[in-house]
């Protein structure tokens, strides 16, 4: 079993930054791998950057390359998504997830809002 609280979100000026914190539970964080994925209003969830279980491999969707960066602490059972340059666009519910065999898990998701 695992539990992912993500925080750290809130309104924000175009072209300010903000940093995505995502706590997780239990004794298999060091070993998955771990994603930040985003849902706008009336729009799909989609990926926005992922990271191996060792942190050595990060990959990020075209809309966020250069602009945010995932890293991972695994001796604090913690992902990180540093945004930076924000735009009204990256205005979502962000989410943290993993996955273990069959099993998904999802955090309760924290609100980006990029506006002036």
């Known amino acids: 079993q695992v539990q992912l609280v993500e925080s750290g979100g809130g309104l924000v000026q175009p072209g300010g930054s903000l940093r995505l914190s995502c706590a997780a539970s239990?004794?298999?964080?060091?070993?998955?791998?771990m994603g930040w994925y985003r849902q706008a209003p009336g729009k799909q969830r989609e990926l926005v950057a992922t990271?191996?279980?060792?942190?050595?491999?990060?990959n990020y969707a075209d809309s966020v390359k250069g602009r945010f960066t995932i890293s991972r602490d695994n001796g604090k059972n913690t992902v990180y998504l540093q945004m930076n340059s924000l735009k009204p666009e990256d205005t979502a519910v962000y989410y943290c997830?993993?996955?273990?065999?069959?099993?998904?898990?999802w955090g309760q998701g924290t609100q980006v809002t990029v506006s002036s």
């Open positions: 239990g004794s298999i964080f060091s070993i998955v791998a």
């Open positions: 997830h993993t996955a273990r065999g069959i099993y998904d898990y």
């Open positions: 990271i191996t279980s060792g942190g050595g491999m990060t």
